[in-house]
């Protein structure tokens, strides 16, 4: 299947399968805002990763409520997220990416609170997988 690129026309049949600035009928989102939108999305629920990650770990096995209603919040938020996100975006590009982020803020916090200890090796590892993320969001 020939890859998806952007054209500043409107798709005819021909071009079928490639995106467009125009706006979809019965729609004022053109191609590339939603696209712009799923990536938008996608980061925001690679984030609430983490806060539902964090809350998990300081909810004491789902004993105290509010880290457990934060982590559940944050969950479902997070999945919706990653749901919508892969409705325009690749699903593996996007899990990657979800989960990408969301490890590497859940290492963070926890290095910044104390709860894990800082080194040069973890930070250095952190560092390849934002590349890592980062080289996923640019072939895209």
Known sequence: MP?????????????EGHLT????????KTAVEE?????????LS???????????GRSDGLTRPLPTATFVVALVLSMGGLGYAMRTLPVG????????IGATLTVVVAMASGAESFSTVKALLLVGLVGCIVGLKLTH
């Open 3 to 15: 890859a998806t690129r952007l054209r500043d026309t409107v798709a005819t049949p021909r071009d």
């Open 21 to 28: 600035r125009e706006p979809y009928q019965d729609s004022d």
């Open 35 to 43: 696209i712009a939108m799923s990536w938008f999305v996608l980061v």
């Open 46 to 56: 690679g984030v609430l990763e983490a806060v539902w990650a964090t809350a998990l």
């Open 93 to 100: 590009t996007s899990y990657a990416v979800w989960v990408g």
